[in-house]
């Protein structure tokens, strides 16, 4: 079960045969996929449809570890793309249909499977990621998100900075309202 693919497959063969391939992909193989804790996991079907092209359908799992855009910590990120191919060669014409298939160009026989694995988690990759829990509700950025009681003349844009400095000026400290020293 965890037998690492062939990388480079001939989709033809795979169809005719009604083969499957299961197994994993090593992290070190996709460059371009940064973060991947543990080895991605491919689980593919193969057939061909009435046209004689053949299909890939499946799923793919990774865990990628990534940071969250709202409190910046690290977080892990669970992907398991369904996966629907379809291998065009050259001379296949363009097919009427499109979903729920997606085009893979096949130029002689073979493909590289693990670069098409790889470009299908880069694809469902969240762009931003977050967590799913409400992390941003305390942080340090709570600090510099200060109402100014000075209103912004420009009605457009948010400075959110823009009374920064004057704080920054006004109080060299970390204090801004915990200062309640009197009595
Ligand atoms: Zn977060």
């Known amino acids: ?5 062939t990388r480079h497959i001939e989709p033809v063969l795979l ?15 996709c460059d371009r ?9 491919v689980d ?14 499946g799923l793919l799992e990774a865990r990628v570890e990534s940071r969250c855009e709202r409190c910046l910590q690290p977080m892990e990120i669970a992907l398991a793309p369904a996966v629907h191919w379809r291998f065009l060669r050259p001379s296949d014409p363009p097919p009427a249909e499109v979903a729920p298939f997606e ?16 470009d299908e988690l880069l694809l469902a990759l969240p762009p931003f ?15 510099f998100i200060k109402p100014q009681p000075t209103a912004e003349p420009a ?20 204090g801004t309202d915990d200062g309640q020293e009197s009595n």
């Open 155 to 174: 009605p457009g844009r948010k400075r959110p900075f823009s009374g920064l400095a004057s704080l920054l000026g006004r109080q060299p400290g970390p």
């Open 103 to 118: 085009d893979v160009d096949l130029d002689g026989t073979e493909v590289d499977l693990v670069t098409l694995v790889e």
């Open 44 to 57: 593919l079907r193969f057939e061909g449809d009435t046209e004689g092209r053949p299909l890939a359908s």
């Open 15 to 29: 169809a005719r045969r009604g083969a499957s391939i299961v197994g994993v992909v090593e992290p070190a193989l």
């Open 129 to 143: 990621p977050r967590h799913a829990y409400a992390c941003g509700e305390e942080g340090t950025a709570r600090h």
């Open 1 to 5: 079960m965890t037998q690492t693919i």
């Open 33 to 41: 996929l940064a973060g991947l804790q543990a080895p991605i996991t």
